[in-house]
Nanobody, 121 residues
């Protein structure tokens, strides 16, 4: 019904930047809230940033001032600009969306496949 395609992960040195993208496609009427989560080895998945359909954003304290979430409603894409990266940002990053389907009767939540971000010198 809905597919999410993530891109943009990779390896970077501390202080560097990366930009993640996640494009939603399929039987979508409207994408509502969009989020980024991350999961580091042997740790629980944590919420990194959220953006509503109106553009309201929220961030985990650990990334405030360094990460910026944004979205393009025309192509149902969410971005995560990550600056001043630290080794503790190393994790698999997952996008999450909730979407109203084209029949306007059903709603669902969907996860991306994850993209690895590795920060080390």
């Amino acid at each position: 019904q809905v597919q999410l395609a993530e891109s943009g992960g990779g390896a970077v040195q501390p202080g560097g930047s990366l930009r993640l993208s996640c494009a939603a496609s399929g039987s979508i009427f409207r994408v509502n809230e969009m989020r980024w989560y991350r999961q580091a080895p042997e740790k629980q998945r944590e919420l990194v940033a959220t953006i509503t359909s109106a553009g309201t954003t929220n961030y985990a304290d650990s990334v405030k001032g360094r990460f910026t979430i944004s979205r393009n409603n025309a192509n149902n894409t969410v971005y995560l600009q990550m600056n001043s990266l630290k080794p503790e940002d190393t994790a698999v990053y997952y996008c999450y969306v909730d979407a109203t389907l084209k029949d306007r009767l059903h709603w669902g939540t969907y996860w991306g496949q994850g993209t690895q971000v590795a920060v080390s010198s």
